[in-house]
């Protein structure tokens, strides 16, 4: 059964516009932490945000800010004033007893 | 620099023939992890180690095998049984015990049969 979701495969946006990516989870625990990561074209992955289970406040750090709704099993990502160097494939991922991640949405910025 | 390493970057077999692919840690970490990733898909789990000697089949194992003798390596083996091992690879590591350590990433290995 899939663990996480990520609604949506490929976004586009024009440089400046937001940019909100969703993601969906399941799990039986009631620890456990969520994750966003970025897929440069180089292929190494980087490590973004992380929230846990016990934590529902919403945070910004700098142009990245999330929403996580724990009734709803839902933990959506923004990039706001979206960059060219934003452009990557993003991976929403939930750690219970073990790192399972979405498939990934696509994420391409136009100058 | 601590980090994780990979290699090689890329790596090709022949059918038929079993490769091994190589992930260090200077982290410090217990816990270790290998995924698959096919193009235009998320990562799979193949295997993971929370610690030296013990480690757990992920998703995908089955064609896969690995070994952890010592904390600082998770090699994996791309067995003849796997049936259509072309991805790309990618070896994670992170602290062990609490869920909520993020891991790190190398920069992984892109694996084609020829």
């Known amino acids: 059964a899939q663990k996480v979701t990520q609604a949506q495969t490929e976004i586009s946006v024009v440089e400046k516009e937001d940019v909100t990516l969703d993601c969906v989870y399941e799990?039986?625990?009631?620890?456990?932490?969520l994750f966003w990561y970025k897929q440069p074209p180089s292929g190494e992955l980087v490590f973004l945000i992380r929230?846990?289970?016990?934590?529902?406040q919403n945070e910004i750090s700098g142009r990245y800010s999330w929403n996580f709704q724990k009734s709803t099993s839902s933990f959506n990502f923004t990039i706001t004033a979206s960059q060219v160097v934003d452009s990557a494939v993003y991976f929403c991922?939930?750690?219970?007893?073990?790192?399972?991640f979405g498939a990934g949405t696509t994420v391409t910025v136009r100058a | 620099d601590g980090g994780i390493t990979q290699s090689p970057k890329y790596l090709f077999r022949k059918e038929g023939q079993n490769v091994t692919l190589s992930c260090e840690q200077n982290?410090?970490?217990?816990?270790m992890y290998w995924y698959r990733q096919d193009p235009g898909q998320g990562l799979r789990l193949i295997y993971y180690?929370?610690?030296?000697?013990?480690?757990q089949k992920g998703d995908i194992a089955e064609g896969y095998s690995v070994s952890r003798e010592k904390k600082e390596s998770f090699p994996l083996t791309v067995t003849s049984a796997q049936k259509n091992p072309t991805a790309f690879y990618l070896c994670?590591?992170?602290?062990?015990?609490?869920?909520?350590?993020?891991?790190?990433f190398g920069q992984g290995t892109r694996l084609t049969v020829v």
């Open positions: 180690s929370q610690i030296v000697n013990d480690f």
């Open positions: 799990t039986r625990d009631t620890t456990y932490y």
């Open positions: 994670a590591s992170s602290r062990a015990g609490p869920r909520g350590t993020e891991a790190f």
């Open positions: 929230r846990n289970s016990f934590d529902e």
């Open positions: 982290l410090n970490h217990d816990a």
């Open positions: 991922a939930l750690f219970d007893y073990k790192l399972s």
